[in-house]
C-alpha cells in the first residue's frame, strides 16, 4: 500500500503535457476529424479542404495526419513506462507484481478490442482478432516487458534496434514464397503472408490485416522510442529547456531519416514499416517537445488557453472510456434528437459538433466525480 508521501511523489511526477497531449489526440477520434470535413462543406469554408484530406488515411503507401493519431497514442503509452513502472520498482514493488499488471493490461485490451470489433454483436464465425486496442495492449506488453525485465539501458536500445532489424529484414529481403523479396503489396507482401499463416479469423483487408502480426511486433518500437523520451523527461540532471530541445531535435532527425529512406522503403502504415515508425517517432517528439516546452516548463496559461487545455486535459485522462464509449453509445443520434432542425440550413458539422459536446461532458462528469478508468 503506498504511504502519502509516495502519493504525492507520484503525483509531483505527472505531466499535465502528456495528459493535454493525448487528449488532443483522443479528440480527432471521437469527433474532431469529422467536425473538420464536414466544415470544409461549407461554401464559406472551402478553404479548409486541403486540412480535410489530412483527416482521411491514405490508401496504402504515404502519410496524412490522421495516419498519425494511433502511433502518437502509443508512443504516448511508452512514454508513461518510466512514470508508470520505473518508478513503482524505484519504489521496491516486485518485478513479478509490475509484470502481472502488464500481462493483465494486454489482456483486458485485447478483450475489448473483440469487443469493439463487434463480437457479440456479429457473432464469433466472423471474428476479427486484430484491433486498435489489442495492438496497443500487445506492442505495450513487448515494449513494457523489454524495460521492466532486461537490465539496462543499453539492453533496451539493442532491443528496439533488433526489432527494427528483425521487421526490416522480413519486409525487404526474405522473399514470400510465389513472388520474391521486397514486395510492399496488399498481396505479395511479407506482412499479408505472416498474417494468412497466424493470424486466425477475418482479416481486414482479405489478404492482411492493417493491425496483424508484424504491425503489432513493429508497433512495439514505437512504445520503446515513447520510453526513451519518457526516460529523457525523468532525468534530474537536465534541464527541462535541454529536455525540450533533445526531443526536438531528436524527432527532426527522424523525420529526415525516414523521409530519406522512403524512396527504397516506404512508408506504409498499414504494414507498419520502420520508415513509418521513425517518420511517426519523428513527429510524435516533435509534438511531445512543444507540449513539454508550453505546459510544463513555460507554464503558459492564458484564460483562453486554459480552457483549451483543460478541453483537452479532460479527455486525456480517461481516453480508453470515451474510445469504447464513442463506439457503444449513440452520441450522434442523440445530438441529432436536439440538433436535427439545424442540419438542413447549417449543416450536419452542427450535428458532429453536439455529439463531441455531449462526449466530453460525459468526461467531465467522470473528471468531477474523480473517476478514471485506467487499464
Known amino acids: 500500500m503506498e504511504t502519502t508521501a509516495n502519493k504525492n511523489s507520484v503525483k509531483s511526477e505527472r505531466l499535465m503535457s502528456l495528459d493535454v497531449l493525448r487528449g488532443f ?56 513506462i518510466p512514470f508508470a513502472i520505473l518508478s513503482k520498482v524505484e519504489k521496491g514493488i516486485s518485478k513479478k507484481s509490475l509484470q502481472f499488471r502488464i500481462v493483465k493490461r494486454a489482456l483486458i485490451l485485447v478483450i475489448l478490442g473483440l469487443l469493439y470489433n463487434g463480437t457479440l454483436q456479429k457473432g464469433f464465425a466472423d471474428m476479427r482478432f486484430a484491433s486498435v486496442l489489442g495492438q496497443i495492449g500487445l506492442a505495450y506488453f513487448i515494449g513494457a516487458t523489454i524495460v521492466l525485465q532486461a537490465k539496462s539501458v543499453k539492453v533496451h536500445a539493442l532491443w528496439l534496434l533488433v526489432i527494427l532489424a528483425f521487421i526490416s529484414v522480413l519486409q525487404l529481403f526474405v522473399p514470400v514464397p510465389g513472388y520474391g523479396a521486397g514486395w510492399f503489396d496488399p498481396v505479395k507482401g511479407m506482412n499479408a503472408y505472416v498474417d494468412q499463416m497466424l493470424l486466425p479469423g477475418r482479416l481486414s483487408v482479405g489478404t492482411y490485416d492493417r493491425l496483424g502480426v508484424l504491425c503489432i511486433i513493429s508497433a512495439s518500437v514505437l512504445v520503446l ?23 526536438l531535435g531528436t524527432g527532426v532527425l527522424f523525420i529526415l531519416f525516414a523521409l530519406v529512406l522512403a524512396p527504397v522503403y516506404p512508408v506504409v502504415k498499414s504494414f507498419w514499416t520502420t520508415t513509418f515508425n521513425f517518420l511517426t517517432a519523428g513527429i510524435s517528439l516533435v509534438l511531445l517537445a512543444v507540449f513539454y516546452y508550453v505546459i510544463d516548463v513555460r507554464k503558459l496559461r492564458g484564460r483562453v488557453f486554459s480552457h483549451v487545455l483543460f478541453f483537452f486535459k479532460v479527455i486525456g485522462l480517461n481516453s480508453i472510456t470515451i474510445y469504447m464509449a464513442a463506439r457503444i453509445l449513440p452520441f450522434r443520434e442523440i445530438s441529432g434528437f436536439f440538433t436535427g432542425w439545424l442540419v438542413e440550413p447549417a449543416g450536419t458539422w452542427i450535428m458532429i459538433a453536439g ?21
Open 355 to 375: 455529439a463531441i459536446t455531449l462526449e466530453w461532458l460525459l468526461l467531465y462528469y467522470l473528471y468531477q466525480q474523480k473517476i478514471f478508468l485506467k487499464v
Open 25 to 80: 489526440d483522443m479528440f480527432w477520434i471521437i469527433g474532431g476529424g469529422a467536425l473538420v470535413v464536414s466544415l470544409s462543406k461549407l461554401n464559406a469554408l472551402s478553404f479548409l479542404e486541403p486540412v480535410a484530406i489530412q483527416m482521411r488515411h491514405v490508401d496504402f503507401e504515404g502519410f496524412r495526419f490522421w495516419d498519425l493519431i494511433f502511433p502518437l497514442f502509443m508512443f504516448i503509452s511508452g512514454v508513461t
Open 225 to 247: 522510442m515513447g520510453y526513451f523520451a519518457g526516460r529523457l523527461l525523468r532525468q534530474p540532471n537536465i534541464t527541462p529547456n535541454r529536455k525540450a530541445l533533445y526531443l
